[in-house]
């Protein structure tokens, strides 16, 4: 059975994109792990990461999430598994029975999980595998970063993520430090649409119209600061898919933006529209999501999300695999 | 006191002038036009003689104590002129315009302080002056033709009040007084009112305000009012709430002009939605007698008029009286066969005056009914004319409150012009008769006494709390710090605990007992379910663990910037009807409480209702009835009456606990789940006033 350990130096790298790129190029059976988990998601009372349900719809693993992830506090690790270490590896040998390429991810930053022997190094280690870092940036960053993966392990291999321009040269730089340069992952476009129903779990937004619309895709962010006439007027929104932030007791605002291709209109400081407003969102199928956070407060919010794959999002997963088949070096990475 | 501003012996006019149209010709034209038998000193630099008076060129000149000086010269004038006004005057009004309302802020202080060096008191600046029936004096620049009457005008708008001569002139309303507050910088309707209290040719009182300083003050003022004085208010400027930063859900709901229905309501003083609603009502009550009873009759000779009146009284919840046997008994010889003695009494379009006059008479006669609604249609053979004259012939003999609705074309509005000529309550208009009604119902209501019992209520370790949270350098009180203090006040809080860590959280846990909640306890979570600080319900050792995880990740990811002290651990309690109970400071009339529909949409939901703090238990009961969802209380589809007494109770607790400790600023209990049997706090949040 091959493994490999993906890890990156800080989050939203796209680890969790390139883990199923390789298991897409693979016509194996794939089996998964992430020890700390980053992404939480509610499941009745408690929290589960959401890679790993994921991984499980995708790939088609028959262990649940809480298997695949000992925890993302590290309260409960200690509570519940004093030696995690041990833990870890009663798992990986349960989970990798039977599978013929085994991935497991590392935390959010490179650190994560360091004062249990969950981080990434220590964990390629354990189970003697070899360790990929998923780096993303500009030309500089993705330089910077390289250097100082170099310093913690130099027999790693690279993947970069989300790049536009200077892959030959970025290959070179790994290259040139008797690394290996496994292949990279364009920017998708497809990405970086994010479904309503995910946006309003994430930031315990109330829907107050539209329900039947929550399926709808973003993919456009406008916050809605303007006057109507000069919102109307501005380049971006003119964009299709939009999400619009904006206060509740902007009804020309609301007015204007159900008149166009809005996928969501956000309303902030707990402020509700009148009824009138909401019978057009209803009857346009435009959900009003209610939050009680100002606009700033929200935007930011919106913005440090993990964008995620749903597993129903056939289109992306498949964009994901192209681009695999296309830019990574699968040999390399399995042999 | 302000018996010599209304009654002055003696009145100065600085600023009088020789010229016709000026407002200081205009004023001492009315003066003297008023009847005013005191002393006029006209002052003018130029000297000479106006309108007959000797001109005196300077208050030195005057060799007499004045009571009241009217000062009507420019702003900087006047502040250079006030004090050797002050040096003889007891009281001055302040025509002039020119100071705070255009922001010369400093010029209105230099005004008061210089007056206020040898004790003169001032009315305004910027009004048009004052008329008291009492002297008789028309001390305003308005009309000079006040009737005298027993209605009283308080207004802060200078243009409104002199409208509002006029149209009282019109409407052969009389007046007792008409004062102009302007911008209150000195006198204000405290004053005012508590003068009026105590005059005795002032029975009703029409008060309009835009804003007001002293609520509190006011409230005690109209709370100890003598029975007999009623009042009107009409107050404008239904602003939201200000720009003062809020964290409490009562903060964010309590808007200005909720408040001051709130307390209007509570001091039994009615609201008018319009003037002429304001205007109409007390007419209607400086007419008519007092009712003795809630029995209304509505006599009519249209049918279909007689309706719409009684839809009205339905609205306004007035009591249509229905003893059918007296009905009959009093009006079924009066109307003919094909009429009806059901009220309203139909005495038909066919009636001629002597039917309705008979109809009436048989009305005031019968001590059942206790007030009457008589409706006229313009129609058939009976003509305004002989309405008029079975209503002057009938009215005036009895002391019982009548009302008449005169709808028809010109004939019919010159029969409501004479009527209210003769002092009867005439209208063109069903509704406006009818809301008139109600109101003259509404301000006779007698105000039930506020009891106010001691509760027992640990000051001492709720003292401490504040103090220690005061020492920490913060304004706001953790959950579990809010949740003692409510506890202090013997108010049901289910068993809580405070934990560092799991461990600490599985012992509180299983000490407490399962089912328990958990939630994070920070003070810079204000709405912890926003964050995802809350899991309820959790049944076991195992759910803690979880339950803990979840809300440690969602607090760090949703509120990086905390300060997490920990999370709490209370018992999980049935559900029950979810209300919220509040309060918070209005800078007005000081401490406010509240209460209403509760539960995570109380802002969107909006359905609540306030009070001034201290309130009587009686004015609670009050107060919760005026919730939309009140019936959830009373028991809906098969459910049991809840226990509203134990909410009373709570609602009572609350507003003592703000009252003593003013440092209080906000507090929320959000939800106070109501059961059959009692009250349990689910959550309470509480902010301090911090001294800087």
Known sequence: ?335 | MLDLLFNPRSVAVIGASHHEGKIGHTLLRNIILSGYKGKIYPVNPNGGEILGLKVYKSMDEINDEIDLALIVVPANVAVNTVEDVAKKSKFAVVITSGFSEIGNIEGEKILIEKARKYGMRILGPNVFGIYSGIAPINATFGPSEVKKGNIAIVTQSGALGIAMIGKTAEENMGLSAIVSLGNKSDIDEVDVLSYLFKDDLTKVIFLYIEGMKNGREFLNLLSKRPGEKKIIILKSGRSKVGARAVASHTGSLAGSDAIFSAAFRQAGVLRAESLEDGLNWVTTIALSPEPVGENVVIVTNGGGLGVIAADACEKYGLRLFDDMEILKKTFQDVIPSFGSYRNPVDITGQARGEDYKKALERAFQEDSIHSILALYCEAGDLTPQEIEKAIIETHPKYNKPALYVIFGGKGASNLIKSLNMRGIPAFSDVEDAVSSLYALYKVCEKPEESKFEEIGMNEERIREIIDNVIKEGRDKLLSNEAKEIISCLNIDVPSFAVAKNIEEAIYHANKIGYPVAMKIISEDIIHKTDVGGVVLNIDDEKEIVEAYEAIMENCKRNAPKAMIRGVEISKMVEKGVETIVGATTDDSFGKVIMFGLGGVYVEVMKDVSFRIAPASKNEIRKMIKEIESYPLLEGVRGEKRKDIESVVDAIYRIGMLVTKFDEIQELDINPLMVYEKGVKVIDARISIKVKK
């Open chain 1, 1 to 335: 059975m091959k493994k490999i350990v993906v890890s990156s130096l800080d989050k939203k790298s796209g680890k969790s994109v390139v883990e199923i790129a390789i298991g897409k190029c693979l016509n194996k059976k794939i089996g998964y792990m992430k020890p700390i988990g980053s992404n939480p998601v509610h499941k009745g009372k408690k929290i589960i990461d959401y890679d790993t349900l994921l991984f499980k719809e995708i790939f088609d693993i028959d262990y649940s999430s809480e298997e695949m992830c000992l925890g993302l506090h590290h309260s409960k690790i200690l509570h519940f598994y004093p030696d995690a270490k041990k833990e870890f590896m009663k798992r990986y040998e349960k989970l990798s029975y039977g599978k013929e390429f085994f991935m497991i991810e590392g935390g959010e930053y490179i650190w994560d999980g360091a004062f249990i022997g969950m981080d990434a190094l220590s964990l390629a280690s354990m189970v003697d595998a070899p360790l990929i870092f998923v780096l993303s940036g500009d030309y500089y960053e993705i330089l910077d970063k390289l250097c100082y993966v170099e310093k913690i392990s130099k027999k790693a291999g690279i993947i970069i993520n989300r790049v536009r321009e200077n892959v030959e040269e970025i290959e070179k730089e790994v290259l040139k430090r008797k690394m290996k340069f496994f292949g990279y992952l364009p920017y998708i476009e497809e990405l970086k649409k994010i479904r309503v129903s995910y946006l309003a779990e994430k930031i315990f937004a109330k829907v107050i119209a539209g329900e039947s619309g929550l399926n709808k895709e973003i993919e456009n962010v406008f916050i809605a600061a303007l006057s109507a006439p000069e919102i109307k007027r501005h380049p971006d929104f003119g964009k299709g898919k939009k999400l619009i932030i904006t206060g509740g007791d902007r009804t020309d605002v609301i007015t204007a933006c159900l008149e166009e291709d809005t996928s969501c209109i956000l309303l902030t400081n707990n402020i509700v529209p009148p009824t009138t407003i909401i019978a057009k969102a209803n009857e346009k199928e435009v959900p009003l999501l209610s939050v009680r956070q100002d606009t700033y407060t929200v935007a930011k919010m919106i913005d440090g999300l993990q964008m995620a794959i749903l597993p129903d999002e056939k289109k992306k997963i498949e964009e994901i695999g192209k681009a695999g088949r296309k830019y990574l070096k699968i040999d390399e990475i399995v042999s």
